[in-house]
C-alpha cells in the first residue's frame, strides 16, 4: 500500500514560515491533499489539488508538490496556526485514501 | 450551512456491534460519495470506508473488511457504519466526511465526530 511520511514535528517562531513535507514514491504524479487539525477538533481542509485553498483559508497557507515530497508552507505564522497537519492522497491502486502520518506545528 | 452530524457512538465489549449515524444538511446528500474516517487516541487519521452516492460502490480498508459495513439513505440524507466484532484497536473518534471526487480527490467538509471505546 502506498506510504505517507510526515516529520513529526515541526517548531517555528510568530512571524516565520513553517515548511511541512510529506514524502511519497513518485507523489509528485498525484494530487495532495491538507487538513489542519486542532486538539479535540475535526480536521479542516487547508490545501486540496497541490496548490488551491478553499474559501476561509488564509494566503499564508500554500501548497507545492514535486518529484518525492509534496509541501506545505505556512507563511508569516500565528499562534492560532499551531495543530497537527496531514497529507492525503488518493491511491488509485487498492481504491483508498491514504492519510500522512502527521505534523505537530508548534509555534514558539 | 453545510453540516454533518454524527452520533451512535459509545462505550462496547470486544465482539459487541454498534451503529453510527451522520445526518447531512445544507448540501445535496445524494449527489455526494461520503467517507468514514477514525482516529485512535493520541494516533492519526484513518480512512475507513466510503460509499458511492446511490450505494452501487463501497470501499474499506483491509483492517475493517468483513466486520464493518457503510451504507446510506438518501431519503433520509444520512449515512450510517454498522461495526460487528469490534475489537480495542477500534476504539476511536469517528469522523464522517463528504468526499469530493470532481478529478482529484479528498474530503472537503467534516462532522465533529463520535467517540467509540471497545473494551471490557
Known amino acids: 500500500s502506498y506510504v505517507l511520511t510526515q516529520p513529526p514535528s515541526v517548531s517555528v517562531a510568530p512571524g516565520q514560515t513553517a515548511r511541512i513535507t510529506c514524502g511519497g514514491n513518485n507523489i509528485g504524479g498525484k494530487s495532495v491533499h491538507w487538513y489542519q487539525q486542532k486538539p479535540g477538533r475535526a480536521p479542516v481542509l487547508v490545501v486540496y489539488d497541490d496548490s488551491d485553498r478553499p474559501s476561509g483559508i488564509p494566503e499564508r497557507f500554500s501548497g507545492s508538490n514535486s518529484g518525492n515530497t509534496a509541501t506545505l508552507t505556512i507563511s508569516r505564522v500565528e499562534a492560532g496556526d499551531e495543530a497537527d497537519y496531514y497529507c492525503?492522497?488518493?491511491?488509485?491502486?487498492?481504491?483508498?485514501?491514504?492519510f500522512g502520518t502527521g505534523t505537530k506545528v508548534t509555534v514558539l | 450551512e453545510v453540516q454533518l452530524v454524527e452520533s451512535g457512538g459509545g462505550l462496547v465489549q470486544p465482539g459487541g456491534s454498534l451503529r453510527l449515524s451522520c445526518a447531512a444538511s445544507g448540501f445535496t446528500f445524494s449527489g455526494s460519495w461520503m467517507s468514514w474516517v477514525r482516529q485512535a487516541p493520541g494516533k492519526g487519521l484513518e480512512w475507513v470506508a466510503n460509499i458511492k452516492q446511490d450505494g452501487s460502490e463501497k470501499y474499506y480498508v483491509d483492517s475493517v473488511k468483513g466486520r464493518f459495513t457503510i451504507s446510506r439513505d438518501n431519503a433520509k440524507n444520512s449515512l450510517y457504519l454498522q461495526m460487528n466484532s469490534l475489537r480495542a484497536e477500534d476504539t476511536a473518534v469517528y469522523y464522517c466526511a463528504r468526499d469530493i471526487r470532481s478529478g482529484p480527490y479528498y474530503m472537503d467538509v467534516w462532522g465533529k465526530g463520535t467517540t467509540v471505546t471497545v473494551s471490557s
Open positions: 492525503q492522497v488518493w491511491d488509485s491502486s487498492s481504491d483508498h485514501y491514504v
